[in-house]
């Protein structure tokens, strides 16, 4: 009884001393390497709203586009890989949590065994049962809390890489989505410009043999229908370059009626609120930097592992159960066994290994820092550009449209005068090259604005959240 009473004794000191706390260095964030503060003007958006505080169909509120988004969401290989990742991560700080707790299993035998030849020889017989735990190490110096701290750092920061790669797609679909109205937009118009331009050349030629417009009249008009049916070629071709960079990254073929109509206004994508000055604190919550941080949180718990090395290791082993030389009376005749085995690891000659060990963790730790300043640098400069962009984009895009204006006044113009004899068709080409030319430069401007509200929501951290049923 006494045997019992220091043995259980013992065992429960030692499980007190489990819980020590862990042996990593006190986490302090590192400072930010860039300005406190974006030299941006404000932006009004969406009922003054912040940017991460909107769910994507908030923003992208064109019904085709939503459809689209939701099925890159359901589809994406990379947004699948991600999501494995997580799982996989997961799975692995399961296994290293159940390292702080003891493995308890049963085990049943029957031995039976004869000795000896003839009439002298016997048969013995022996069954016994036990319930134990196997090698069992005591966290006495927070090595395994390490080790599953460093295992959950890492859990965290796959799942920033997932949101980061939802971000990313929501982005790139609604971009790729934009191109692709772009350049329905540019073929449609081309396709007006060459319809008009053919009607002119059959009128010219007609007026040729009438004798009544000269051969480069004809000529000059010929010249301008060919260069629009180049371009309605060149616009196709891009046009289906742009189809098939949606498919790709949303995984599968974008039905037709998910596709734009040419009709479809290009500020179809909503801005979010923006204040003037911008904190670029805002950062410190973009799914790049927050996945940079777990990884320097799972290189600072490492160092605690890496510390506990360098003491010693103590292994419980332990059973009790129930033995008799007949398995039918093993629990009514049987007589009680256990065993307690605590086995003890000190660490004398490594041949350097554990300092080694421990230097690798901390350089470790300095290089995760040295990536943790450059993502908040590299979301920094491209929070500036797109704010930048936004700045100025507002007021090219109005100047395009006043020169889109005056172009076609100028055209419309040199074409009465055309008709009223006084000049040349070439004039009217020319001009109605230039209104063309606008036209399409338009356009192009009109996408580079879309798409600057599109970045805004994805450098700003919006979109983070997006799952198909949003």
């Known amino acids: 009884m006494r045997v019992h009473f220091i043995a259980n004794s013992v065992l429960i000191g030692v499980l007190g001393l489990t819980g020590c706390a862990s042996m990593a260095p006190e986490y302090g964030r590192p400072s930010s390497p860039v300005e406190d503060n974006f030299a941006n003007t404000s932006v009004t958006g969406i009922q003054n709203t912040q940017v991460t505080e909107l769910a994507w169909r908030e923003v992208f509120n064109d019904s085709r586009l939503q459809q689209v988004i939701a099925l890159a969401l359901e589809n994406n290989r990379d947004l699948r890989v ?36 003839g009439n002298s020889a016997s048969t013995s017989h022996n069954a016994s049962l036990a319930v134990g735990f196997t090698s069992w190490e005591l966290d006495l110096f927070g090595r395994i809390k390490s080790l599953k701290n460093e295992a959950l750092e890492n859990y965290f920061a796959l799942q920033e890489t997932q949101r980061s790669v939802r971000m990313s797609l929501v982005a790139e679909v ?30 010219t030629y007609a ?39 949606l498919d790709l990254v949303v995984g599968t073929k974008v039905a037709k009626q998910y596709l734009p109509e040419a009709s ?28 940079a941080e777990h990884m320097l949180k799972s ?24 033995s008799s030389n007949q398995l039918t009376s093993l629990l009514s005749n049987g007589v009680n066994t256990w065993s307690f085995v605590p086995t003890i690891s000190v660490p004398i000659f490594q041949a350097g290994e554990l300092k080694a060990s421990l230097d690798m963790s901390k350089i470790q730790k300095n290089i995760y820092i040295a990536q943790y300043e450059q993502a908040i640098q590299s979301a920094f400069a491209n929070a500036a550009d797109a704010l930048t962009t936004r700045e100025h984009i507002v007021n090219q895009v109005d100047a395009q449209q006043d020169l889109v204006r005056s172009s076609y006044r100028t055209f419309y113009l040199t074409e009465a005068r055309y008709k009223e004899g006084i000049d040349d068709y070439l004039d009217v080409l020319t001009a109605q090259r230039t209104w063309y030319t606008a036209q399409q430069n338009l356009i192009t401007l009109l996408l580079e604005e879309a798409t600057n509200r599109v ?13 198909a049923q949003s």
């Open 82 to 117: 991600a999501m494995l990742n997580i799982e996989n991560a997961r799975a692995q700080y399961r296994i290293t949590s159940a390292d702080a707790l003891p493995s308890i299993s049963a085990s049943a035998s029957q031995t039976n065994s004869r000795t000896g030849s």
């Open 174 to 203: 609604a971009a790729d989505w934009l191109n692709v109205l772009a350049y329905q937009q540019k073929l449609q118009f081309a396709e007006q410009v060459y319809t008009s331009q053919q009607k002119t050349l059959q009128l």
């Open 207 to 245: 007026k040729y043999k009438e004798g009544i417009a000269s051969a480069l009249d004809y000529e000059e008009v010929k010249t301008s229908v060919d260069s629009a049916r180049a371009d309605i070629a060149s616009y196709q071709k891009q046009l289906q370059q742009a189809q098939n960079a």
């Open 264 to 291: 479809t206004q290009l500020d179809s994508v909503k801005l979010a609120n923006i204040p003037a000055n911008l904190s670029s604190s805002v950062l410190l919550n973009h799914p790049d930097v927050l996945y």
């Open 299 to 322: 290189a600072n718990a490492d160092i605690g592992a890496a510390r506990a090395a360098f003491f010693p290791t103590i292994a419980l082993t332990a059973s009790a159960g129930r």
């Open 455 to 467: 970045t805004l929501y994805k450098v700003l951290g919006g979109g983070a959240d997006a799952v």
